[in-house]
């Protein structure tokens, strides 16, 4: 599919006005960039990524197992909350590293660079990375970008703002690559819990609200015996090469069955690898694999799908940034099945905010 093809789809799936405006109402509008940026000046959320040992652990082993890539070089940390992967840097024998956030907590990270011994390495900058200027271009981009689903609240683009005014010629990214997977899951017992009670709430009938409650996904962890399918992977992120356009993207998708078994949502999860030193560390946040802080991102059909062992579903997921808040995600699947009990076929439309 060509770039013009994929444009066409994407316009097709996801329309300027696309959204029902009820679902557009059902949600409070989160447009002022300070928002986003104070909500990370709170110290729990910040508790919750460093808490998440597979996260932290990563990041640490893909710093210090690559010193010699860290010796002497300037490093930028993009969004670098408390200043611990700025410490990392530091500890694998930076030259110096500039730690640069646009949240509160930079006040934080301060104090925690100075009590660490490390201030005479890391300068903690608060501010933009649009509005900000370096002393220098550096060697390395370091960033914890990721959000959920990947891109949700990620902080890709300003990376690749990063990348493309401060990084050197032949810098290196930590970490350089992700890949986005889909599969399909059983989940009819928790489907029917969230979303028949609108029908019958002490006797209202609020079934309306069943239709919004479907295009919000659900972040949560499944349970890896749910999944009924092989994953499928939709799209592969060189952050070396990536440009701020592709954010916006169709990826077609066909998972099979490996059991008989119903579908009642499909599944996103990603995995994330660091492999531009000579020590690759790479992590996953697969329901198969020890949860993470970001779980995975569930996206319930509006049926069930019965399937056979080796029946498949087919489709294409289409997403973009939503044009109320770039931060947010506008999402658009559409799949056919064809089994031998049944068959289906849909476009829903779902946004993550």
Known sequence: MDRLEQAKLLEDMLPENG???????????????????NSYAHFGIHEEMLRDEIRTESYMRAILDNAPCFSAKAVLDVGCGTGILS?????AGARAVYAVDCSKIVDQAREIVRKNGMEN???????????????????????????????????????????????????LLFPNETKLYICGIEDGKYKSYKYDFWHDVYGVDMSH???????????????????????????????????????????????????????HALVCYFDVTFSAGDNTVYFTTAPQSKSTHWKQTVFYLDESIYMEAGEEISGVLAMRPSKKNPRDLDIAIQYSFDGKHSAARNTLRYRLS
Request: hydrophobic share 40%.
């Open 19 to 37: 959204h029902p405006k009820v679902h557009e109402d059902a949600h409070m509008d989160m447009s002022s960039a300070d928002y986003y940026f």
């Open 87 to 91: 410490i990392f840097a530091a500890r």
């Open 121 to 171: 390495v890391v300068t903690v900058i608060e501010g933009k990375m649009e509005e900000i200027e370096l002393p220098e271009k550096v060697d390395i981009i370091i960033s914890e970008w990721m959000g959920y689903f990947l891109f949700y609240e990620s902080m890709l683009d300003t990376v690749i703002y990063a990348r493309d005014k401060f990084l050197k010629p032949g810098g």
């Open 209 to 263: 609200i069943k239709n919004i409650a479907l295009t919000e996904p659900l972040v949560d962890i499944v349970n890896p015996e749910q999944v009924s399918t092989d994953r499928v992977e939709l799209l592969t992120v060189d952050i070396s090469t990536v440009k701020k356009e592709d954010l916006a993207c169709v990826s077609p998708f066909r998972v099979k069955s490996w059991r008989t078994d119903s579908c």
